[in-house]
Every structure is written in structure tokens, then in C-alpha cells.
């Protein structure tokens, strides 16, 4: 008979360790059975952390060498050291992952290095991952699935994670490809498409859809585009891989217009091939029948409001649940999850969760897009503001982008903040707060914002619902 837990979390990535921590505060036992030999899961090792840290890297390169002299900054001999760039990313990722470590005895968190699957609905076998350790049992009174999601392969390319590579690949390259295709213009692509451009590579885009980043606002997604080619970023919309091989040092892709676009075929030829076309739901290998439960289509497991799979007591949260695999929206369900299984009715308001892309400049959103809106019959007023009318922006020489608000025509709510900016990351969480609290357009505007900030351009938005903006 094995040690038993009130509460037993299979994954430590942001749905998983959060959820521990929460629970432990809430004075459950928990125990947290990880695989892998970091804490942190995809986000912290291969995701979030490592790319932010290169993204950083790059653009402090590329600023220096290319807008430094019209700052007045002359700097000679300027140099990459890409070998220097990824050590520094592993030294970020090994303090952060080792703070989980911390938060875990902290917390009197139970850690169990080993893979996890079904014996029956209350029992986990664990397999131990390395060499030490003991195959073990524990029992639990409630269990959390929080194991995350893995990178699409296109089915006849499969991973070589050297030429042919996820972002997990992405992230370890040992030098700079001189020519990158990557498979799909969604948020990783367009990421690690950027750093790879900032060292030097000629990066091309393949993509599917007539457009890139299909989550966000079209109009967007339009402007942003333009911004990116402007970089030398190059796009091949509308357009399918149908096949490819590896020939010599090289990948050679065959492409054709992705359906109802003209069908002539080409080829394109790479040093390295990053695939991004989506993360599905990781399950494998939970053994979920022996606990009595299944996935639903996509691997994706099936939930209830409460993150509840069809055994009340086994739930399931983040990246292997539906909705957006986002690190916050998974640690948002780890707390609410957490609170639920100790007696509490906590609840998540989907429509302010925020998404990133933390490109040069960012692009930020959250709330509904002009699209989803029309789609659900809301009737809006929309408000722009550029940040070329923005003073802080001539200051720093960052005029691209704009911000768009989103507002309900009949209560005047702001429903939807769409910012591309440099700094659209921090910003976002202005539309945060409005959609949490229900504010108006006209309560955004009647705030202060500080001078010179580009959050004015988020004042100035608001006034624009109302066509009262002041510098335009
Ligand atoms: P994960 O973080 O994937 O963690 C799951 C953990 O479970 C893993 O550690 C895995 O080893 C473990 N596990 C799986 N099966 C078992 C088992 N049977 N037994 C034991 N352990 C198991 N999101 C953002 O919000 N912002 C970003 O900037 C961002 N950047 C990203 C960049 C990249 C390149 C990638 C790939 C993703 C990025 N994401 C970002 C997405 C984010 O990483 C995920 O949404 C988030 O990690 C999901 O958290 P999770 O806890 O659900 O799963
Ligand atoms: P994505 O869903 O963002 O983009 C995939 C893109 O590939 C889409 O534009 C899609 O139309 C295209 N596509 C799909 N199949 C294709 C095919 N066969 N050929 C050509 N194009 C194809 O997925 P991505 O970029 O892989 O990222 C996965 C998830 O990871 C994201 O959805 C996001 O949730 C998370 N993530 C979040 C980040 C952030 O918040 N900054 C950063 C990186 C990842």
C-alpha cells in the first residue's frame, strides 16, 4: 500500500505547480509527480522563459547595431556570441525552474520524479524517470491532470529536432541556420522566426490560411504583418506543404495554394525547417482507461465547468483541457481548481484572459476581436489610436502600431483592447481591468495616464469610441 495524498497533481508546468502550491496553502496534502528532471514543464524549460530570453537578447542585438547610430550610441565591433545567448538562457531557466524547487519546500510540497499513469481511479503508478528511484504507488482522494500539450509534426516530416524542428528544437540550436522556413505564422513561428532573423538567417513564412496569426483582430493581424516584412520576415500565405525530404545539408519542401487558390506547385529549400502549425493535448501513456476515463476528439480531455472529467474527483486543467494554452490561463484553472477541491466557488472570466505576441513591437489582445463580435450578433463602435501621435514614442523612435478598442455600442463597455506596441505586453492589462470591471469607454478616458507614456494611446482609443480624441 502506497503513501496516500489528499490531493495528487501529475505535471509541474504552470497548471501543476500552482495548483500544488495552491492547494498546500489551503492545507491539503499534495504531492506533484513530475517526468521530467526540471519543475516548470513546457513554459518554464522549453516555452515561455527560454524564448522570452532570446527574444530579449536579439533585440538588444539588433537595436544596438541597427538603430544605434541614429541614437547617437556608435558602437564598433559589435558581435553576436550565440553560444553566450543560449548558455545565459539556460541560466535563466535553471534560477527559475530551481524556484519552483524552493516554493515546493516551502510549501511542504511532496515532489515525485517520475512518470505517472493509472492503476484505477484513485491509485498512480510512477514510474521512476531516471536511473535512481523505485517504481512506487500513491493513493489520492482527488487527482489533477496537468500534463500540457506537445508540438504537431506535419505526418510526413517527422522531428529530426536538428533540421527538421519544434520550437523545442528551436530553442537548443548550436548555431545559426542561414536559410529557416517555418511551417505555420502563429505565435511561435512569428516568435523564433524573429530571433533567428535579428542573428541573420533569411526567414521564410509558409502558411495555410490567407493571413497570419489567426487568433487575432484582422485588422491586426493586417498592420502587423506589414510591420514584420518590413523586418525581412517573407510570407507565403494560402499556401500547403505537400511533401518534403531531406538532400544533402538541406530540406527541400514542395508547396501548392492551399485550397481554393491556384494549384501550381514550387519548392522551397531551408538549413532548417521549424514546424509550428500547433501544440495538441499530452496524454500518453496515463493509462486513463484504467481510471475510467477518456478524451474527447483531439486528445483534449473532456471537462465540466468545474474542470471535472466524467470521475468527479479526477479533473483536468491547462494545456491538456480545451481552450487556450496559455501559461496564465493554466495557472488561473490550477488556483480555481485547487479552490474547488477544498470547498471554495472560485470562478474565471475567459474573456479577460490576455494574449502575447512578444515580438518587435509586441501585439497584445484581449477580450473579443471586431470579428468575434460581429459573430455574436454584439453591435460595436470601434476607436484607433497610432502611436506616431503618441509623444513617448517619438522620444524612443518606436512609432509602429496602434491601439484599437473594441467597445458594446448600446452600454459603451469596452469588450475588446488590441495593442501593437513595443511595450504591449505590460499595457494589455489596462483592458484587463476594464473588461474585469465592466468600465466604459468613457471611464477609460476620464482616467489619468501618465505623460509621456504610450498608455495614452489606450486614453486616446477610448476618447476615439466617442470620435473626441485630443491629438489626432
Ligand atoms: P506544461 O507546461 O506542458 O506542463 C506539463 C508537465 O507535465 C510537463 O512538465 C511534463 O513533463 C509533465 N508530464 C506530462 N505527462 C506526465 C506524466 N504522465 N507523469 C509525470 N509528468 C508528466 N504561454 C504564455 O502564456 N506565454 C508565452 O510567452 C508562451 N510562450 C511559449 C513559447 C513556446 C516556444 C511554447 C512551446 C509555449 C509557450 N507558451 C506560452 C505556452 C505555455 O508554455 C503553455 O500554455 C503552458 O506551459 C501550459 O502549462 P501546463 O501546466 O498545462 O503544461
Ligand atoms: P498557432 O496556433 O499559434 O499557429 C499555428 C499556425 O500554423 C496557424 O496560423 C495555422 O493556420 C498554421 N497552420 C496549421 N497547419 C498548417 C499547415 N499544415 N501548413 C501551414 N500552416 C499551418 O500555433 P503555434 O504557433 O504552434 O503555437 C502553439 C501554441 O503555443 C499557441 O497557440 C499558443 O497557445 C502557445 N504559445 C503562446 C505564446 C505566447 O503566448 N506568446 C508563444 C508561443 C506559443
Sequence with gaps: MGRHFDLAVIGSGPAGYVCAIRASQLGLKAVCIEEDA???????????????????????????????????????????????????????????????????????????????????????????????????????????????????????????????????????????????????????????????????????????????????????????????????????????????????????????????????????????????????????????????ISTEQGGILGIDGSFRTSKPHIYAIGDCAPGAMLAHKASEEGVCVAEIIAGQSPHINYMAIPNVVYTSPEVAAVGMTEEAAAAAGISVKTGAFPFRAVSRAHCTGELDGFVKIIADAKSDRLIGLHIICEHASEMIVEGVVAIEQQLTCKQVAAMSHPHPTYTEAIKEAALAVHKAQLHM
Design 38 to 292: 526540471g519543475l516548470g514543464g513546457t513554459c518554464l524549460n522549453v516555452g515561455c522563459i527560454p524564448s522570452k530570453t532570446l527574444l530579449y537578447s536579439t533585440h538588444l542585438f539588433e537595436q544596438l547595431a541597427h538603430e544605434g547610430g541614429r541614437l547617437g550610441i556608435k558602437a564598433s565591433g559589435l558581435e553576436c556570441d550565440f553560444a553566450q545567448m543560449m548558455q545565459r538562457k539556460e541560466q535563466v531557466v535553471a534560477g527559475l525552474t530551481g524556484g519552483i524547487k524552493g516554493l515546493f519546500r516551502k510549501n511542504k510540497i511532496e515532489r515525485i520524479h517520475g512518470r505517472a499513469s493509472f492503476k484505477d481511479d484513485h491509485t498512480l503508478v510512477i514510474t521512476p524517470s531516471g536511473e535512481k528511484g523505485e517504481r512506487e504507488e500513491v493513493t489520492a482522494q482527488s487527482i489533477v491532470i496537468a500534463t500540457g500539450s506537445e508540438p504537431i509534426p506535419l505526418p510526413f516530416l517527422p522531428f529530426d529536432e536538428k533540421r527538421i524542428i519544434s520550437s523545442t528544437g528551436a530553442l537548443a540550436l548550436t548555431s545559426v541556420p542561414k536559410k529557416m522556413i517555418v511551417v505555420g505564422a502563429g505565435v511561435i513561428g512569428l516568435e523564433l522566426g524573429s530571433v533567428y532573423r535579428r542573428l541573420g538567417a533569411e526567414v521564410t513564412f509558409i502558411e495555410f490560411l490567407p493571413r497570419i496569426c489567426p487568433t487575432l483582430d484582422s485588422e491586426v493581424a493586417a498592420a502587423f504583418e506589414k510591420i514584420l516584412q518590413k523586418q525581412g520576415l517573407r510570407f507565403h500565405l494560402a499556401t500547403k506543404v505537400i511533401a518534403g525530404h531531406l538532400e544533402g545539408e538541406e530540406v527541400v519542401l514542395k508547396v501548392e495554394g492551399a485550397e481554393g487558390q491556384a494549384k501550381g506547385q514550387a519548392s522551397h529549400t531551408a538549413d532548417v525547417v521549424l514546424i509550428a502549425i500547433g501544440r495538441r493535448p499530452y496524454t500518453v501513456g496515463l493509462n486513463l482507461e484504467a481510471a475510467g
